[in-house]
């Protein structure tokens, strides 16, 4: 039984690095395409920035651009303009933090499930002396 218990316990263990493992990856080619993005569209604005929508795309940076750029053609105060920019800043943080949450879960609970087996370690031992 308690063989069965190390096994569970190990692979819950492997488990949880492979999904931090896969989140990390994503979030890294996440972060670099955005950043690549945004250095693109920071270098056109540059140039030329009232063509700045033929170079804007899907993207977290370019939502955030979009919104911005959509806002100063509005006669807005410049508080209103500043809270409107802050909630697209916010909203835009928000989707660079997606799936953050799995890997501080896994963080969390990976020296648990370690001490689970240190546990498991410890009843087999005292199993093991008991029985000599």
């Not at 692979?11 to 955005?34: D, K, Y």
């Not at 943080?93 to 501080?104: A, Q, S």
Request: proline share 2%; hydrophobic share 50%; aromatic share 6%.
């Amino acid at each position: 039984m308690s063989d069965v218990l190390h096994q569970i316990s190990f692979g819950l263990m492997a488990l949880s690095a492979l999904i931090a493992f896969g989140v990390a990856i994503e979030r890294v080619i996440f972060t670099a395409v955005n950043m690549t993005r945004a250095n693109h569209v920071l270098l056109h604005m540059a140039s030329e920035p009232s063509g700045v929508e033929s170079v804007l795309g899907q993207d977290a940076v370019s939502g955030m651009v979009q919104k911005i750029h959509h806002m100063q053609s509005l006669e807005l105060s410049p508080e209103l303009r500043q809270d409107r920019i802050d909630a697209a800043f916010l909203h835009a943080t928000d989707e660079l933090k997606n799936r953050l949450w799995i890997l501080d879960t896994v963080v969390t609970a990976a020296p648990l499930m370690g001490l689970l087996g240190t546990i498991f370690g410890i009843v087999d031992t005292f199993l093991i002396i008991s029985k000599s």
